[in-house]
Each structure stands twice: as structure tokens, then as C-alpha cells.
């Protein structure tokens, strides 16, 4: 079992007992920066993340898994991390995203719907000297290399 493994399962095991909250990535450097990244249906606050980081980070000393000294750094995805489960897209209906599409290509639009399938979006359509239009696009997940939540201060 790799570190990555024995840490998500160490955290799915911490947060086991509320619903709300979600794994969404572990990731170990080769200098000894581990980063977990944990997300909630209404967001996470720092004493969830503390709580986490002290379970993990014991369980980990304990069963002297890491030999090198190492980092533990327990947070929540950045509005410029990248959308990666479901239950991220799901959380982000009625937002904009920006996608980068795995043949290359570029989309830009509000986030409608989230299934197991992939994701409904609703692009702007300007086409010159015509007023902008509004069309509904149906993307897999396999079709979308990246997704980022584009943040408005309006």
C-alpha cells in the first residue's frame, strides 16, 4: 500500500461519521510535503481540518509509516484547484466554470447539471453582429481535461 493509499483510507476513516465532508486528493512530494485536500457540501472550516491533521498525522507516527520527515498539510481545494469528483461539480451548480477540453479546445459556462456521466453547461453563443445567445452543452467527464470554478466579484 503506497502513503497515498494508507492516508485516504486514514481519512475516509476520520470523516467516516460525517456526510458532509469529502476526500479530494492526497498527494506525498518527493519532499516530504504531504497534502490532503478535504471539501464539504457547505465548505470545511479549520477545526475540521485540524481534527483531521491530528488523526492522520498520529495514525501515521504510530505505524511509523513515512520514514523521512515529512509535512502534513490538511486543507480545502483553492478556487483555483480544479474540480475532480462529482460531489465538487454537484456542490458548484449555478456557478461558472472555465473547461479545458481533452481535445484541446476551451468552454466557458454555468454549470446546470452534475451526473455520474458528465456535466451540463449553459455557453454563451455570440456569433458577429447577432445578439449573444445561450445554449445548453452535454460534456462527458472523459471529454474534460480540467475544470475551474471562475470566481466573480460582482
Not at 476520520?14 to 519532499?31: A, C, E, G, Q, Y
Not at 456557478?95 to 447539471?113: T, V, W, Y
Request: glycine share 8%.
Amino acid at each position: 500500500m503506497t502513503i497515498e493509499e494508507r492516508v485516504k483510507n486514514l481519512v475516509e476513516e476520520k470523516i467516516s461519521d460525517r456526510p458532509d465532508l469529502f476526500l479530494v486528493d492526497v498527494k506525498m512530494h518527493i519532499n516530504g510535503r504531504l497534502i490532503v485536500l478535504v471539501d464539504g457540501d457547505q465548505g470545511i472550516g479549520i477545526a475540521d481540518c485540524a481534527a483531521i491533521s491530528r488523526f492522520v498525522g498520529f495514525r501515521l507516527e504510530e505505524d511509523n509509516v513515512i520514514e523521512q520527515a515529512y509535512n502534513l498539510e490538511v486543507s480545502s481545494p483553492g478556487v483555483d484547484f480544479p474540480l475532480k469528483s462529482l460531489r465538487q461539480f454537484q456542490k458548484n451548480i449555478g456557478r461558472n466554470l472555465q473547461l479545458k477540453l481533452a481535445d484541446g479546445s476551451k468552454k466557458e459556462g454555468k454549470l446546470l447539471a452534475a451526473d455520474e456521466e458528465g456535466i451540463s453547461i449553459e455557453e454563451k453563443v455570440t456569433v458577429k453582429g447577432k445578439k449573444a445567445t445561450f445554449a445548453e452543452a452535454r460534456l462527458t467527464y472523459g471529454e474534460i481535461a480540467e475544470a475551474i470554478v471562475l470566481v466573480s466579484f460582482k
